[in-house]
C-alpha cells in the first residue's frame, strides 16, 4: 500500500474594518486578520504582507504584524 501525504492549502477570508475620524484601529494577527482563516492540516499561519488598502481622502494606514 502507498499512502502519499496531501498537504492542503489553507483557507483565508477577506478582512474588513472600519474606523471613525480621528480613532484608531488596531488587529493583532492572531486575534485580527487570522481569527477567521483556518488550515485543514492545522499548519500555523501568519501575515506575510498586505496586498491592498482601501483609504478615504486625507487618512493615513501604518500596518505592522505583531
Known amino acids: 500500500m ?12 477577506s478582512d ?4 471613525a475620524k480621528g480613532r484608531v484601529v488596531t488587529a493583532s494577527a492572531a ?3 487570522l481569527s477567521n482563516d483556518s488550515d485543514l492540516d492545522h499548519d500555523q499561519l501568519s501575515v506575510g504582507s498586505v496586498t491592498e488598502m482601501i483609504l478615504a ?10
Open 2 to 13: 502507498l499512502f502519499t501525504p496531501t498537504n492542503h492549502d489553507p483557507v483565508a477570508i
Open 16 to 19: 474588513s474594518n472600519g474606523v
Open 31 to 33: 486575534i485580527g486578520v
Open 57 to 66: 481622502q486625507e487618512q493615513a494606514a501604518n500596518w505592522a504584524e505583531k
